[in-house]
């Protein structure tokens, strides 16, 4: 049986690709900037497709499209499903 982290790669979020699909598993940085990413749906858990990479990068989230500019002290891990 294969497991489902062995389908998936652990990536920061400004490293997908237009099209790319993913779940987001971890958020890092500032507990004030972490709160106001989860009130904006951005949670452990939650699918986001990206939309357009760059900074700021443009996701696409719950039928809503949200545009995020993380820095240095930001950051969003995701599950991206591999091949």
């Known amino acids: 049986m294969v497991s489902a ?3 998936q790669s652990l990536v ?3 490293l997908m690709k237009a099209g790319e699909c993913a779940s987001i598993v971890e958020l890092h940085g500032d ?3 972490i709160h106001r990413l989860q009130e904006m749906g951005l949670r452990a858990g939650a699918q986001i497709r990206m939309l357009k990479p760059g900074a700021p990068c443009l996701v696409a989230l719950d039928g809503k499209r949200l545009s995020l500019r993380l820095g240095a002290l930001l ?3 995701v599950a ?3 091949a």
Request: aromatic share 0%.
């Open 80 to 82: 991206v499903p591999t």
């Open 31 to 33: 507990s004030s900037q």
């Open 12 to 14: 920061p979020l400004d």
């Open 75 to 77: 950051d969003i891990l």
């Open 5 to 7: 982290t062995s389908c």
